[in-house]
Every structure is written in C-alpha cells, then in structure tokens.
C-alpha cells in the first residue's frame, strides 16, 4: 500500500536555523570544511582527535550528534568561458573533461531530545509511530541553553586549526525553486543539488529511491568492531622501510571508498551518572550467571574494565552507531559496491553488516532533524574518545580560490584543483617570501613541473626570465613567441645593452650596468679599476647619449659607442687634459676592440633584434654552449643580471620572476653569487619571486650559496621523487629543514601511481606549515609544448615546419597521436 511521505515525513518545520521534528526534537546543522586526505601527520590526527572529544564534551546529556558525509560520484566539467584562454589551457580542460573523482560534502547535527521523550527502536520509529511534541519542547530557557552549547562546541572545534563550521539556514535546509535541500537531498539521494527531482521510496526488497538501489553496511554490534582503534592507521601504498605514512583511522570509509555512498556517524550524550547505573545493574545480571557460561564470564570481565575505566580516567560514556549507505542505479554492481565495503572494513579490521530488517529504520532516523529518533537497540556502548576514531576526518583536495596559482591535480584521481603557491601564503601568513627551490633528479618529471609553472604564471600577466643549459624551454618559448637567447655558430648569441626603446635616454641604473659591462670586459678579476676610470666612463655614456639624440640616424649599440669613443671622447679627454694615467682611452679601445665590428666577438653586443627586454614577458638565456667560455659567460651573466633588476625596479604592480636551472653552478663560480644573494633576500620587495632548480643533493651540501643564500630564503620547497636517496634522505632532510610528516610525504611521491594515466607527483611544502603531493598530469597537446626527449623534441619541429607554426604543429600532432590510441 502507499503512503504520501508527506503524512511519515518526521520534519514539522524549519526555522532560525533550527529543524523541528514532530516528535519536538530540535535539530541546528552545520556544513562542516575538513583538512585535506593526505595533509595530516600523526599528530595532526591526535590533536584533532581530541578536538572531536572535548567538543562533544560541550554537549548536554540527551543530545545527539550526527556526522553525515556525502561521497558522491562526480566528473569534472570544464570552463570554456575566459575569452583569453590560451591554446594550452583550452587543452588542458579538454583533457580532463569528465574526469570521475568523489565529491564530498559534510554536515553535522546536533540534535536535542525533549525531556521525557520516549527511546525509539526499530519496533518504535516514527516511519511506523507518528507522536505529538512534548512540552518541553516549547522551553524557551532549555533551547537557548541547548543553542549555547551548539555555538561552544562549534568554537572547540574551529579553535583547533583544523576545522570550519558555518551553520546553516533556512534556505541551506528546504529546498528551493530548482534547487534540492539538505533534507530532500538525503531523503532523495539528490547527487545534484540544482536538480529538482522527486523519487519514490521503496523499503520492500531492501532499500530503493527512485533508480538507486541502496544497501546499508553498519557498525553496531561490538563484536563487528576492530580490536583497537586510533585517531590514524598505517596508509601501506604510501609507507616505505623508512617511513610510516598516516590516514585517518575512517578514511576507508570515506575519501578512499570510490562509489556513491553516505557515512553516518553517531554519538548519542547520555547523562553519565544513569549510563553508570545501568551498567552497573548489568554487570550485576552478568556476575550473577557467570557461572552457568563463560560467554557471560567474558562479558562480566568486559563490563568490569569498561566501568573501571569510565570512574578512574573520567571517561564519557555514550553510545554509537555508523553506518554506510551506498547506492547505484545498475543492480548488477550491487555485488560489486558489496565487496568494496567489505574491503574498506576489513581494513580497519572490522566485521561487515548488511542491514536488511533494520535497514529502513535506521535511514529513515538518517533525515536531518529525525536523528533521535535513531533506533537504540543498533547502537554499542563505548567512550567518546573510541567512538571519535571512527569519525571521517578528511576531505579531498581543494581548489583555491585565488586568481593566481597552478593547474596541479588530486593525488586520488587527478582531478584538477588550483593551487597557489606564491601570494596566497603570504596572504595567510605561511610564508614570507615567494621564492622558490626546487630538487628533482634526472627523469623525475621536473622540467615538465616547471615549464608548467612559468607557463600558468606567464598566462596570468607575470614576466619571466629562464637561465638554462639543456634547452627545456625551447618549445613553450617558441609557444609563447618569446625571446631565446642562445649559441651556435651559425646563430650565435647576440644582445644589445646600449639600446633604450624609444631612444630615450638611460636612467642611473642602466648607465651603472653598462658601466659594469664595460669594467668587465676591459678589467680583469684581479684588476682594481680607479676612481678617474669610473668618472671617465660615466662621462662617456652621458655624452655618448647626447650625441644619440643630435644624431637619430646613428643606432644604438657596442659599434656606434666604440665609433663615439674613438672619433669625439678622444677630444674631449684632450681638451679636458685628461692624462693616460688616469684614464687610458687607447689601452680601453684596444682591450674593447675584439667587440667592435670585425673583431671575434662582434656579434656579442650589436645586436639588432630582440631589443626591448624590458617589455619581452618571456625571455629565455640558454647557456649550455657557454657556460664554460672565459669571454662570453661573465658577458652574459652581466646582462642577465641588467635584464631582471631593470625589470624588478621599473615594472611596478606586475610579477617577475626569474628561474635559474642547472646555470647556478656556472654563475656562482664566476663570482655571481653575490647577485644571486643579492636577488633572493630583497626580489620579494619588488612583487618578484626567485627559483632556483637544481638535480643532485651534493651541488646543495656543496655550495655554501645555495645552502645559506637560497634555501635559507626560499619558503616554498619543491621535491621530486627522491626515491634514489631515500637511505640518505636524512641529509637532506636536515639541510631543508624538513619535519617528519614531510619526509613521509616526500618518500612517498610515485609509490602508488595510477598505471592507466601517465603523470609524476611533486612534493611542495609552504613555510614548513603547510605540505602536500599532487600530480602533475598534463594534456597531449602541454605534454609536447614540455618535452625535453630530442625525438619528441625533432617530431614537434618537423610538424611546426609542415603545418606554419609551432601552435599548429602541436595541435596536429596530438590529434594524431589520440587517433591512434582510440
């Protein structure tokens, strides 16, 4: 026969925030933000743990509390509506379009039982027995007081770091015009909560709503429990030899159980002295027939310890129940859900119940606001701290909701999340710089982090410079049409400091870095320039610019300053009587001539392209067929140097960044790391941040630049896998100052990696307080833009050629290449 859920449903009203039942139970509902799965150390748990504890302590005697988590399965639908989305980021989004991962919501309630309300059970459920409200209902006092200690145990909570609780209201419950609420979301296994669609509930055959077939798993007998339990277990895909790695004691049942499915977690507050009482006068039943059963001597043993401890170490005794309500609306993978709850349960060591009976009673008291009346003869006595244990205390990872950061993905399922790494710890006060370091060994996915990083930050309006010596960069320069700087014979590198766009003339600090440019070239190491000599030439480049603008159809650059000198300072010196002591023009011009059109390094300083660095937002410093020339590598460090702290001082309100690969070994020996401390103790003031990449753990220890300079002053540590070194990780876990929790994070980056999609994990920590591993998982099209592999490398420059452009070329090369695999 059929019955309207309108004449069962257990909800009177809502109002202020607060669910009335019919029964007068008063129901105030939180949404709950847990911390990130896989974010957490040993003692993050325990602390939080007794967060839970002490907040449940808040509450009187007769409240229930209820924890409901939604683990719904969802897929990621892409954004195609930024109008200057780029061909990558177009690509990405493409890429993880209908990407499966668990979305979660969690709610807490906490409900009050009128006084005198009678104890439901499966035999006395309001899906069977509608009743009045009582009078205490109507206690104006006893609800405000029962408000009171809602708001405390809220403020418990949140003042653990570790949890956000924001109350509901009317709207958040009932629904809306198209849009379900709390109530008729679990009521209707609303997987959207803007599709309005009403179900039929059917409990005949087990539990059906609608399409949804429905089975119900609960803990509620203590002889289904673990034999212990904690605040965390042992997670064995991320733990190696050395290190333990820690998930939530409930985790399996919740982020780590992949189907649609409910956790109900219930705590029900009894008044201490009665619960006392009662197991007392049941251990006095259990003494009496000890004799006739050893079943009843171990439960007398049991009841024993239990009441022991509950007086000597002032436990809170209250009863529990969980359970997990999952569904599909295909009954063949009935079987299938079966066996992966049952999986989830083994391993935390505990025995599965699939409720039949019962089932309807016990998700029918799962309604918001109808949690009293949860039938008693399911739930177990125990203390709140054991009961806590099996609280969910996680959540999947987040997106942050800054406008900068990076598309990295879920560790589960790679579901892309935003992550910002630069501004948005400072914001919270995690970080005080934005530099970063970054430690990956050949082949552990960290040009690819990196290409992807400065393209994310290019794309957002940031200008970036890359000193390299392996050609990473080539492709997504090329992409982005900057300017790469780099040598060959046929092409060699070529720059041009004494162009100003707009034939402007120089401020103070270019004519000081020509100046040094110039002192370089003509000095040597151990050579002191004088006084007079410094004068000399800061009175040649004001003249020379002088003459620069009389004369417009002279070009700026190396050759027409050499003429300059040559053909109208010479004059001056004499006219002004300058003697050779203290200023040699002729030894200069000799020394200089090598640079000067016709000599071996003339192409070095006249350069007629690529001109205005200033304004190029992608610039790129190849070095690799440099690094060790004794000419052109102190050249070119000079103008890396102008290059990035012209753009540091002069562009104001905009991001700069400057990225040193493998090149920090070169530059450092040429007496570069000066600049390089320099650059990572004051680019922070300049809304800049510096990166330094490096490959081997000795160049760290080695180097006391990058030990004391770089690290000392990067708040955002990157690691690649470092599964090579884990026996000697504690060396580099000392030098980074890594804690305990972070070397479990970072020994545990590729230890579990889904075999069907290719992608490397990163490691990143922020200020030390905040550590988490992600993919780096990228799309065919990012992928190509990214490779360092020289046949991948020649195969995307051969389809630029065939095709016009490299945007092109990469465009049809991956079409290909996803033609091929269907």
Not at 106 to 123: D, F, H
Not at 127 to 149: E, G, N, W
Not at 201 to 230: H, N, V
Not at 662 to 674: F, H, Q, R, T
Request: glycine residues 4%; aromatic residues 12%.
């Amino acid at each position: 026969m059929e019955k309207l859920i309108d004449d069962l449903l257990p909800i009177l009203d809502v109002e202020n925030g607060c669910i009335l039942s019919k029964q007068g139970d008063v129901t105030v509902v939180f949404q709950v933000e847990l911390p990130e799965i896989f974010s957490l150390s040993d003692k993050d748990y325990d602390a939080l743990h007794q967060s839970w504890v002490k907040a449940l302590k808040m509450l009187p005697s007769g409240s229930v509390f209820h924890k409901q988590d939604y683990f719904i399965d969802s897929r990621y639908k892409p954004d195609f509506s930024g109008e200057d989305t780029s061909f990558l980021s177009l690509s990405s989004e493409r890429f993880f379009t209908e990407r499966p991962y668990l979305a979660h919501s969690c709610y807490v309630m906490l409900t009050r039982k009128p006084k005198g309300r009678r104890v439901s059970s499966s035999l006395f459920s309001n899906l069977i027995r509608p009743t009045l409200v009582p009078q205490d209902t109507l206690d104006a006092v006893a609800h405000q007081d029962f408000i009171d200690a809602a708001d405390q145990f809220r403020r418990v909570l949140q003042d653990s770091g570790f949890v956000t609780l924001h109350q509901l209201g009317d709207n958040a419950l009932l629904s809306q015009a198209k849009k379900a609420g709390l109530i008729e979301r679990y009521c209707y296994l609303a997987t959207d909560q803007n599709a309005a669609m009403i179900r039929d509930m059917e409990f005949k055959d087990g539990i059906r709503i609608g399409e949804q077939y429905c089975q119900l798993y609960s803990l509620a007998d203590t002889a289904d429990l673990p034999g212990q339990c904690a605040a965390a277990n042992t997670y064995e895909k991320y733990s190696t030899d050395k290190t333990k790695f820690s998930v939530g004691f409930a985790s399996t049942l919740g982020q780590l159980l992949s189907c649609n499915h409910i956790y109900n977690q219930y705590v029900f507050i009894e008044d201490s002295a009665a619960a006392i009482k009662r197991l007392e006068s049941k251990r006095l039943r259990l003494q009496s027939l000890s004799v006739y059963a050893r079943e009843n001597s171990l439960a007398l043993d049991a009841a024993n310890e239990f009441l022991n401890e509950a007086i000597k170490e002032q436990r809170l005794p209250v009863k529990a129940h969980f359970n997990v309500l999952a569904w599909t609306d295909k009954r063949a993978e009935l079987q299938q859900i079966k066996s992966m709850v049952s999986s989830a349960l083994a391993q935390i060591d505990a025995s599965v119940k699939l409720e039949t009976s019962g089932a309807p009673q016990i998700f029918w008291a799962g309604i918001p606001g109808n949690e009293a009346d949860f039938p008693m003869n399911e739930a177990f006595d125990t203390f709140s701290e054991q009961a806590c244990c099996f609280l969910n205390l996680e959540t999947g990872y987040v997106s942050s909701i800054s406008p900068v950061g990076i598309r990295l993905g879920d560790r589960l399922t790679g579901k892309p999340v935003h992550v910002d790494i630069s501004d948005e710890p400072i914001r919270q006060g995690i970080c005080t710089n934005r530099n970063k370091f970054i430690l990956g060994p050949s082949g552990s996915g960290k040009s690819f982090f990196t290409n992807h990083m400065v393209r994310s930050y290019y794309e957002q309006g940031a200008h970036v410079v890359l000193v390299d010596v392996g050609h990473s960069y080539k492709g997504l320069c090329d992409l982005v049409e900057g300017y790469y700087f780099t040598y060959d014979e046929k092409h060699p590198i070529r720059f041009n400091p004494f162009y100003i766009e707009g034939g402007s003339k120089p401020d103070t600090e270019k004519k000081e870095s020509i100046k040094t440019l110039l002192l370089a070239l003509w000095k040597k190491d151990n050579e002191v320039f004088k006084r007079s000599e410094y004068v000399a030439l800061s009175n040649a480049l004001t003249l020379y610019y002088d003459f620069l603008q009389e004369h417009q159809q002279v070009f700026a650059s190396f050759n027409s300053f050499y003429d300059f000198l040559r053909d109208v300072f010479v004059d001056v010196l004499q006219k002004d009587q300058v003697k050779d002591r203290d200023f040699d023009v002729a030894n200069f011009l000799y020394v200089l001539r090598p640079y000067y059109q016709g000599g071996e390094f003339d192409y070095l300083l006249n350069a007629k392209e690529n001109l205005d660095l200033q304004n190029q937002r992608f610039i790129v410093f190849e070095l690799d067929a440099v690094k060790d020339h004794p000419i052109l590598f102190p050249v070119i460090t000079i103008i890396i140097m102008e290059v990035f702290i012209s753009k540091m001082r002069k562009l104001k309100g905009i991001r700069k960044i400057i990225l040193i690969e493998e090149a920090w070994k070169a530059i450092a020996k040429e007496g570069m790391a000066e600049y390089i401390r320099y650059l990572f103790k004051t680019v922070r003031k300049f809304f800049g941040e510096a990166i330094v990449v490096t490959q081997e753990v000795e160049d760290i220890i080695s180097s006391p630049v990058v030990k004391q300079a770089i690290i000392n002053n990067s708040d955002c540590k990157i690691l690649l896998d470092q599964s090579k070194y884990q026996n000697k990780f504690d060396q580099i876990q000392e030098l980074l100052g890594l804690t305990e929790k972070e070397k479990a994070l970072v020994l545990s980056v590729n230890k579990a990696n889904d075999p069907l999609r290719k992608y490397k994990e990163v490691f990143i920590s922020l200020g030390g307080m905040l550590s988490k591993v992600y993919r780096t998982e990228v799309s065919t099209e990012e992928y190509y833009a990214y490779t360092t592999e020289e046949t991948e490398k020649m195969k995307v420059g051969e389809y630029a050629r065939r095709y016009g452009s490299i945007k092109k070329g990469i465009a049809a090369l991956a079409n290909e290449i996803r033609s091929q695999k269907k």
